[in-house]
Structure formats: C-alpha cells, structure tokens
C-alpha cells in the first residue's frame, strides 16, 4: 500500500496536486501522462478523488478553530452519538453546554436542533411530569423557531431592498416604498442582533435613495451601536460587519462627516480574518476610506505616504480585487497627483486605469481619466503625443459613450492643440472654468477636481491649494 502512495520521498497526491495547479485547462489525457511520467501508477480517478478528500479534510481543519458556528455542528454530532449510546449523564452536561454557546451566539437553526435532543432525553429519563416537560420544551423551540423565521425574512428583505436600490428609474422609490410596508418591518420582541441590523440598514437604504445622507448616517451610526452590545458575534459575521463599516465610512464621506473615520477605520482593519479574502476586503475598504479623509480634510501630507501603501497593497491583491475597486482606488490617486502637478506619478496611476484589460464597470472613471491623461500630455508640452492621444481618446468616446464634462473636455483640449499663444490659452481655460461652474460642482468630484486645475494654470497655483481654499 505504502509503495502505491509514495514515489521516493514524494506522495502520489502531491505530485497530481502540482500538476493540476500547472495545467490552464484541464485534460484527463495528459494528467495520466504525467502522472505516469512522475511513476505513479495508482489510476487517475481513484487519485482524484483521494485527493479531493485531502484538501477538504484540510480546509475544514485550517478554519475549526475559527467559528462558533462550526464548533456547535460538531457539537450536534456529539449529542447524536450520546444519545445513540443511552449516556444520558454525559448527553445532558453537553446540552446545556452547547445551548449556552448557541444562544451567546443567537445561532436559532442550532437551537432548534437541541431542542430536538432534549425532547427525546427528557422522554426517556423523565418521572411524573413528562407531559409538562415536553410542552415547555415545545415552547421554547417554537420561539427559537420565531426568531429564526424573522431573521432569515428580514435577510430575504435587505436583499431585494439592495436590488431595487441598484436600479434606477422613476419606479424605484415606490417599489422600495411598497416592500418597507411589509410586516417583516414591525419590530417583536427577543428579536436577534442581525435582524435588528437588517432593518436599520434598509432603513438606510431607503434614506439615502430620497438623498437623506445625514439621516441615513444616523441609521449607521445606530447599527454599530448595536454591534457593541455583542461585539463576539463580529467573527461571525465578520464580511457583513466590515460592509456596514465601509457603508457608514461612504455616507460619512460623502457629507464631510470625518470626525469617526480613524476609529471606525481602525474597527475595520482589526476585523477578523480567517482566509486571504478576509484581508483583500479589509485593505479595499480601509484604504478607500482613509484616502476619502484624507483628502477631504485636505490632509496632503498624509495622502502621498498612504498611496505608497495603496500601490504596494494594489500589487499584492491585484489578483484577488475587483476592477471596480482597482479603477476607483487608482482614480483617487490620480486625482492628488494631477492637483498636486506631480505629472510623472499621475501618468503612472492614469496608465493603470487606460490600460486596464476591458471592461464596462466604473465607465465614469475611465472616460475621467482619459481626459486627464490629455491635460497631463499638454502640461508636459508633448503636443506631438497629444494629438495622437486626443485621436485615440475621441475613438474611445465614440465606442462607448461621453457625458457633458468628456464631451466639454475634448473640445477643450482640441482648443489646447490649435492655440498659439498664451492668451488663447487663458481663454481656453476660462472658457471651460465657465461651463463647469455651471455644473453642480458640490456634489461632482470630477467637476470640482477640473475647475480647481483650470483655476491653478490660470493663477500659477498647486491644484490642492485651489482646492482647499475655494472648494
């Protein structure tokens, strides 16, 4: 048996391991190739399936120690296994310990499941009062039983809330209008901390598609409040607490709001994680967050260092991050390096984003950043580069759509090609300080970041500085 496992000082399953992490597309064939190449000799089907034995006895093991949730599934196999052997001493030590555990973290679907086993213990071994003891038993996983139903409605809630919140279209309140009307809504009592949670956070929802920004802040506020009053559950329930994080830390932003951002901020980076996602999570949301306040408070000194630190982490999880979050976070960076005039940087961090494999999400970003990689180009006096950029920036509109900035923009830079003096110059950019004025600048950062830059060339300012005296 040993001799049909082992080839030399190898495992058979290892060397099937390595070779399907090197194949890019599977093939049955060559697997037995090299499976025979390496001396294995035990049959491919057979080796698989040992094989994927092994990496989920692994994987089960690498995160036992993490969640309650696991620990009180194997304590239900305990109890299956006690009562099986009649060991009634041992059977009611261990339900009470494990409904203590289960209640500490309002795992229902786990109670009920005790309630189970102490319905069948307290049938074998109770004396005169069988009858009254089963009816308390009974009402007590009845409300195990509530409670668990509303949780798992008011989840089934948030969700189609979170649908029609990324719809758009003149329906979109009153439909979000008619599921808040649903009974699920209506507060009970010894109702769980997630159910609890569910409900401010479409609270909020509904908030902030009527664009009440402070109001939905204050449900936020409300929701990590009750995150404190049972703060172990937060390794439960760890993606869903940092996402309410990052919800609150967004709102917040968006309304100046930035007087809780280094503690929530430090919450999030000290969230649990189990497994490699659990970090790439923390760093996109932390980092969008820190950038966020960092430059809403005009705090440039501290914004260079921590794009150093984005632009190592966009390196490291590049793999693992969403081009949605790569394109937003390279976006922001940009920004500060086009305000700051630091030209070389912004067309590192602006080529990351033009360059980026194909994609539709984040449109905004992009058309953005194809007009600023055009200021960038005439900034440095590349008019040769420049016409061809700005050739290749209009097919790129034309492909796939331009808003009234990209639109203005463009016509902007072409004004930046043909003029011949500084004076043209001037009137370009007064020109187009104009049109965006016109635009509601509060609430577009583009256009703010845009007006601010044609305000520093006109005066011989630093963009930042424009930007934090005026805007």
């Known amino acids: 048996v040993y001799k049909r496992q082992v080839v030399g000082e190898t495992n058979n399953y290892e060397v099937l391991f390595q070779l399907l992490v090197q194949m890019t597309t599977y093939d049955a064939e060559i697997l037995e190739k090299g499976l025979r190449e390496n001396g294995v000799q035990t049959p491919l089907t057979a080796a698989k399936s040992h094989l994927k034995s092994i990496l989920l006895r692994a994987m089960r093991a690498y995160n036992s120690h993490e969640s309650a949730q696991k620990k009180l599934l194997n304590g239900l196999a305990d109890l299956e296994f006690l009562a099986e052997k009649k060991h009634y001493v041992f059977l009611r030590k261990e339900i009470k310990r494990l409904k203590k555990i289960a209640i500490d973290y309002e795992a229902h679907h786990v109670l009920f499941k005790i309630g189970a086993f102490?319905?069948?213990?307290?049938?074998?071994?109770?004396?005169?009062?069988?009858?009254?003891?089963?009816?308390?038993?009974l009402k007590e996983m009845n409300a195990y039983a509530v409670a668990f139903q509303k949780e798992l409605a008011m989840s089934h809630l948030m969700d189609k809330v979170f649908v029609i919140a990324k719809k758009s279209g003149a329906n979109q309140l009153s439909d979000l209008e008619g599921l808040l009307e649903s009974e699920v809504m209506e507060k009970q009592a010894n109702e769980s901390l997630m159910t609890q949670i569910y409900r401010q956070q479409i609270k909020a929802i509904e908030s902030m598609l009527k664009g009440q920004l402070e109001v939905a802040s204050q449900y936020y506020e409300d929701v990590m409040a009750l995150w404190k009053t049972k703060p172990h559950l937060i390794s439960e329930h760890a993606t869903t607490y940092r996402r309410v994080l990052g919800n609150y830390l967004g709102i917040s932003g968006q309304i100046g709001?930035?007087?809780?951002?280094?503690?929530?901020?430090?919450?999030?980076?000290?969230?649990?994680?189990?497994?490699?996602?659990?970090?790439?999570?923390?760093?996109?949301?932390?980092?969008?967050?820190?950038?966020?306040?960092r430059m809403g408070i005009f705090d440039w000194k501290q914004v260079k260092p921590l794009l150093a630190r984005i632009d190592q982490g966009l390196e490291k999880h590049a793999g693992h991050l969403g081009k949605a979050s790569i394109l937003?976070?390279?976006?922001?960076?940009?920004?500060?390096?086009?305000?700051?005039?630091?030209?070389?940087?912004?067309?590192?961090?602006?080529?990351?984003?033009?360059?980026?494999?194909?994609?539709?999400?984040?449109?905004?970003?992009?058309?953005?950043?194809r007009l600023m990689?055009?200021?960038?180009?005439?900034?440095?006096?590349?008019?040769?580069?420049?016409?061809?950029?700005?050739?290749?920036?209009?097919?790129?509109?034309?492909?796939?759509?331009?808003?009234?900035?990209?639109?203005e923009g463009l016509r902007f830079v072409n004004e930046l090609i043909k003029a011949a003096s500084e004076q043209a110059v001037l009137r370009a950019f007064k020109s187009f300080a104009n049109i965006l004025a016109k635009q509601d600048h509060q609430q577009h950062f583009a256009v703010l970041m845009l007006r601010a830059w044609c305000d520093a060339e006109m005066e011989k300012k630093s963009g930042l500085e424009i930007l934090q005296e005026r805007y």
């Open 118 to 137: 102490e319905r069948r213990l307290h049938k074998e071994t109770a004396g005169k009062d069988v009858i009254q003891g089963m009816e308390e038993i």
């Open 328 to 369: 937003a976070l390279r976006y922001n960076g940009a920004v500060f390096y086009f305000l700051k005039g630091e030209l070389s940087a912004c067309l590192k961090w602006l080529r990351a984003i033009t360059q980026i494999s194909s994609t539709e999400q984040r449109m905004d970003v992009q058309r953005v950043a």
């Open 257 to 293: 709001h930035f007087e809780r951002f280094s503690e929530i901020i430090g919450a999030l980076r000290n969230s649990p994680v189990v497994q490699p996602a659990d970090e790439v999570e923390i760093f996109h949301i932390s980092s969008m967050a820190e950038l966020t306040w």
């Open 373 to 407: 990689s055009l200021l960038v180009i005439w900034k440095r006096r590349d008019l040769e580069l420049l016409e061809y950029e700005y050739r290749a920036a209009t097919r790129f509109f034309k492909r796939l759509g331009t808003g009234h900035i990209e639109a």
